[in-house]
């Protein structure tokens, strides 16, 4: 449940390194359109955003899909015979003891491209936790060089990464922490391009990448990532906020609005009890 938590605060936060340059709604909407690879950002918990991702798979009509939620062998259940059932696909998935939001508002996502083939891009635990034990290019494997993992991050990025981190735990993070997550949110990155780009090896484009916002941006996200390893795909990213919560950043080829979703205070399960 903190998983989850962490992850709707970081789709919702999304600061940038550099002021965006302004893109047409049009324009946004072709290079998307135009992608070998488009990445379709969100707000984990924002039933709106699911259904304009739906929307645009149905547009863009992606030969794959590669999903953020999914492990490489939940993907590996999916037939398109299953798409049509979302019950029957829902606990072929194991969701409801994923962490996830409600499947309904995935599914659609599933049965706008239903002869897609499934790609999952989740970051194992085991991943994860072997981060506060090796090097972070050691822990991705011996493609980390072709996604920068061997490499430190430049300063100020690496600072606007922490930052984006502590807000997405509520200021409730030890310092010390704040490091390996910054580390585990690249290794996701990286994960999520890599995967994106075996999926199109294997089948050509387009294929669409289901992801958050944080995950999506092309200046230091998965997109980014992918680029840097494989230079003649084209990438696009879609990034999705909320309406009066400020505007994603992040180099988005098209950002869009929605409202927001009905949420409690997602902090709240962060806040330490007061001892007496």
């Given at each position: ?101 409600d499947f309904s508002m ?130 696009a990213a879609l990034g ?37």
């Amino acid at each position: 449940m903190m998983r989850a938590l962490a992850l709707t605060l970081m789709s919702l936060a999304v600061p940038s390194l550099a002021q965006q340059s302004p893109v047409s709604p049009q324009d946004g909407t072709s290079a998307l359109m135009g992608a070998d690879v488009a990445f379709l950002g969100e707000v984990h918990d924002n039933p709106a955003h699911h259904a304009r991702q739906a929307e645009l798979v149905s547009q863009i009509k992606p030969v794959a899909l590669v999903f953020e939620m999914l492990s490489p062998e939940q993907a590996g259940r999916v037939t398109p015979e299953l798409v049509k059932d979302q019950t029957a696909l829902e606990a072929a998935l194991d969701w409801n003891d994923s962490g996830w939001p409600d499947f309904s508002m995935y599914y659609p996502i599933f049965a706008a491209a239903p002869e897609a083939k499934v790609f999952g891009a989740e970051l194992a635990r085991e991943e994860a936790q072997a981060l506060g034990k090796g090097e972070l290019g050691k822990v991705f494997g011996p493609s980390a060089g072709f996604y920068g993992l061997d490499e430190p991050l430049d300063r100020e990025e690496d600072a606007a990464r922490q930052q984006l981190q502590m807000a997405a735990h509520c200021n409730a993070l030890p310092l010390e922490m704040l490091p390996t997550m910054v580390g585990i949110q690249r290794l996701r990155d990286a994960r999520l391009a890599e995967t994106a780009l075996e999926a199109y090896a294997e089948l050509g484009g387009p294929v669409v990448v289901i992801t958050g916002n944080g995950h999506a941006r092309k200046d230091w996200g998965a997109p980014a990532l992918l680029a840097r390893a494989a230079g003649e795909v084209s990438v696009a990213a879609l990034g999705q906020g909320e309406a009066g919560q400020g505007t994603p950043d992040g180099g988005f080829d098209l950002v869009e609005d929605s409202a927001p979703a009905e949420r409690g205070d997602p902090c709240e399960d962060f806040q330490m009890p007061q001892s007496n």
